[in-house]
């Protein structure tokens, strides 16, 4: 999604009233220049160093404006500084200013062309080094810190751009130089703003000083010209906004409804230039925009036209780009008109006047433990009475506190001056400290997703994989000598991997026919499961599938979503391990992009629920979990063990009958400390080389192919399933009991109930006898194939709850392993 300066469009403007003149009559503040009067209005700060505010109508910070209008103008000065800097932009880096000039640095570094971004910022950041700090006398809060991820950042000796919205003095300008020069000297600086409204003095005063430095400093503005201030107009202006300022007292705001967007923000690309944004970065996100616009318009009520996305102070680019991604999924003429702006920490004050540029005022309080200034108020300008049908409220997730959602706070400030408050959060991003802090690691994102092709044969849309590439590390061993490795050391079987299965000619016709005649019921199974699911969380509902056996299932009911409501639900894959419990690093990072109470865990189907009880302890061991729901969707629920299912019949799902080659070509999930670190993803591999074998794009394309002729069979199994008991009856637990009992074996963990249970047995272990239900069929033509080609005995019997059961004989336990994962001792 890339959007130029040929969006830029200029704002509209009451023909008849400049939004200065209400300050220009009663103070005698006048400007001077050509274009100045249609980019800028006046209103009076509340601030003891200065008396005006210069009210940009196309930065997008007090002044609601069209996204295309404040990103097209920045592009466009990025674009004019590309051509400044010649054969030298592709060196340059580009700086913008707190709060205000974030969001139009980023946008002019976007025109600049490929080259990273950084800003400055209000916000402390314990460990990290300091790359820069300097003054901004005249703003409410004076202080700037740069704080590079990369220190480097800031040591190049290519162009240095400097952004802000306005030169009122030049003296912010001055003041970055000096102390960035005298930590990286350079050659040339271009300073960029909207409008350049500099005395003479001040003039003269930069270039003198650029020359004391023996650098070259342009400067580059839409709009340049002087503003004049009469004697006295600083006392003047105190008395008026004393005179005009409403009681500091608020009315109770009661906490208002407000629904939750998630965006799915791509893993690893900064919520802005704080800690630095790079090409790559801006590379991932623009590819990210038009799902993330598509989610927002989805979200918005029927009939909301007139929109408004909201960002909160630092946070101006994320907001900037999401309304225009917002504007962009809709048709034109059909669509949404948004508009942009931000919060700020600026105190102003607010007229209702056509001549005044600051028209009404919200008052909230921070939100996000700020640590910098005396003050704890925060403003929106120009929302209260702009008849806004919606507005998205877009924030970091530092910023997504107690205080945001209070009595009072800023949601509660936003409802009654809008249909609809919508809130999405961006992941705040958590800079790894540089070596100057004893860390080694540059610009490294904090782990995100693996995605095909690069990891899997999955489209990257389908799943986010949250594991650790070890695609280059020798897991694999001989089921036998794996096996004997267990049982003389102890070690776990999620330590490593068996040898993957490779299919006869007469297996893989075999898997083909029963796909071919089951890819119907599959359909049936995957829509109603999918449905219970969206009945049960919502459109916002996140799949979580447990790798790798519920992946595919996870990306049949994300096909199901999209194709039946329009959805584009998140899916990511994790890992869970028996005894070991389910990935914590995982579940922090789905707590940090998602709200915990919309993840759905899915899995193929169940055995005894051996795995669904793991899920329960695991999340109930760790206190900052609470907020994740300990339940698995599945597909087929023989055992008895979950309550959201698509059927509880026992039938074979082909995709238990491979491996790797019908599951994107991932490896079963691997935890050893020698492989992972603390914080790090559960590993898999990636088995590049068997491509010519991979058949998981025929698998979710014949199983898709069916969904529409299961459509009907789908309502009608789905208005059954919520109309009765759907309580987990562990009736599978109890039975495995019974056969452990009965065949002599004297641990459940030995039986392996289920089709797909039986078939792992076969592919992964080294089994007993399998006993089949008398009479399945064709459901278990693989299973008897498999048994025949190991040379394991079929056994048919009676009062059997599942189609067939594979059995692990005690004192032959290669491939066995008990609760905790280990093998089982012989007897």
Not at 516 to 532: F, M, P, Q
Not at 776 to 798: F, I, K, M
């Amino acid at each position: 999604m890339k959007f130029t300066g040929e969006d830029r469009h200029r704002p509209a403007a009451d023909a008849t009233t400049w939004p200065g003149q209400w300050v220009a009559d009663r103070l005698g503040i006048a400007l001077h220049g050509e274009d100045l009067p249609g980019l800028l209005g006046l209103a009076l700060r509340r601030n003891p160093r200065r008396a005006h505010l210069l009210v940009s109508n196309v930065l997008g910070k007090h002044v609601p404006q069209r996204p295309g209008t404040v990103y097209g103008h920045a592009y466009g000065l990025g674009r004019r500084v590309g051509e400044l800097l010649g054969e030298d932009a592709g060196r340059a880096l580009v700086v913008g200013y707190a709060e205000t000039a974030t969001g139009l640095g980023h946008a002019v570094a976007d025109g600049v062309g490929p080259v990273p971004y950084l800003h400055s910022t209000r916000r402390e950041v314990p460990g990290l080094a300091t790359g820069g700090a300097f003054e901004e006398e005249h703003s409410h809060a004076t202080g700037h810190l740069l704080l590079p991820e990369d220190p480097e950042l800031l040591a190049g000796t290519g162009p240095l751009v400097l952004v802000d919205d306005e030169f009122s003095t030049g003296q912010t300008v001055l003041n970055t130089i000096r102390d960035l020069h005298a930590r990286h000297p350079r050659d040339r600086y271009a300073v960029v703003a909207l409008t350049d409204v500099r005395a003479p003095a001040d003039h003269a005063r930069l270039a003198a000083f650029a020359a004391e430095l023996g650098a070259r400093v342009d400067v580059l503005s839409l709009a340049a010209g002087t503003v004049t201030l009469p004697d006295g107009v600083l006392a003047a202006a105190q008395s008026l906004v004393a005179e005009l300022s409403p009681p500091a007292d608020l009315p109770a705001a009661p906490a208002a409804a407000v629904r939750r967007v998630g965006l799915d923000w791509p893993a690893g690309v900064p919520d802005g230039g704080r800690h630095g944004f790079l090409p790559a970065h801006r590379a991932a996100l623009e590819a990210a925009l038009p799902a993330m616009g598509r989610r927002l318009a989805e979200a918005l009520p029927a009939g909301a036209r007139r929109v408004l996305v909201l960002g909160t102070e630092e946070l101006m680019y994320a907001p900037l780009r999401l309304a225009q991604a917002l504007e962009a999924a809709r048709a034109p003429g059909a669509g949404v008109e948004a508009y942009f702006s931000t919060t700020t920490r600026s105190p102003v004050l607010a007229v209702d006047d056509p001549g005044y540029a600051i028209r009404s005022r919200l008052v909230f309080p921070a939100h996000d433990d700020p640590a910098d200034d005396g003050s704890r108020e925060r403003y929106a300008y120009n929302v209260a009475g702009a008849g806004f049908d919606a507005v998205v409220c877009v924030t970091d997730s530092a910023g997504d506190t107690p205080a945001l959602h209070a009595p009072g706070g800023l949601l509660a400030r936003l409802a009654p001056h809008t249909g609809a408050v919508l809130l999405a959060v961006v992941p705040t991003y958590e800079p790894s400290p540089s070596p100057a802090n004893g860390n080694h690691g540059l610009m490294s994102a904090t782990p995100g997703p693996l995605r095909g092709p690069a990891f899997g044969s999955y489209a990257a849309d389908e799943v986010g994989w949250l594991l650790k590439d070890l695609s280059d590390v020798p897991l694999e061993a001989p089921t036998e000598e794996r096996e004997e490795a267990i049982q003389s050391g102890g070690a776990h079987y999620a330590e490593s991997l068996p040898v993957e299965y490779q299919p006869s000619a007469a297996y893989q016709d075999l898997f083909r026919a029963a796909l071919e005649t089951s890819a119907g019921r599959i359909a049936r199974a995957v829509g109603a499961v999918t449905e219970l699911v969206l009945a049960e969380r919502g459109p916002d509902a996140v799949l979580v599938s447990l790798a790798r056996a519920g992946t595919p299932v996870g990306v049949l009911m994300r096909r199901w979503a999209r194709r039946a409501h329009g959805l584009e639900l998140p899916h990511y894959a994790v890992s869970i391990v028996r005894g070991r419990g389910i990935d914590p690093a995982a579940l922090r990072w789905l707590a940090a992009h998602h709200d915990p109470a919309d993840c759905v865990f899915v899995d193929g189907w169940t055995g005894k629920g051996a795995i669904t009880r793991e899920l329960a302890d695991a999340i109930g061991a760790f206190p900052e979990f609470a907020r994740f729901r300990p339940e698995i969707a599945v597909l087929a629920d023989p055992g008895g063990c979950v309550s959201t299912y698509g059927t509880r019949d026992d039938f074979l799902i082909p995709s238990a009958c491979l491996n790797s080659t019908v599951s994107g070509l991932v490896s079963r999930t691997v935890l050893r400390a020698d492989l992972i670190g603390p914080g790090e993803f559960h590993g898999a591999k990636f088995y590049r080389e068997l491509a010519g074998s991979d058949v998981s794009g025929l698998f979710l394309d014949t199983v898709t192919a069916a969904f529409d002729a299961a459509a009907d069979d789908v309502a009608r199994d789905v208005k059954a399933l919520r109309a009765q008991d759907r309580s987990p009856t562990w009736a599978g637990w109890a039975a495995v009991e019974r056969i452990s009992e009965e065949y002599g074996i004297g641990d459940v963990n030995l039986v392996k109930p289920g089709v797909g249970e039986t078939t792992r047995v076969l592919l992964r272990r080294v089994p007993w006898k399998i006993l089949a239900s008398r009479g399945a069929g064709a459901d278990l033509d693989h299973v008897r194939l498999l048994a025949e080609q190991r040379g394991v005995p079929v056994e048919e019997t009676d009062d059997l709850p599942y189609s067939c059961v594979g059995l692990i004989h005690p004192r032959y336990t290669r491939g066995a392993t008990g609760t905790d994962g280990k093998a089982v001792a012989g007897r």
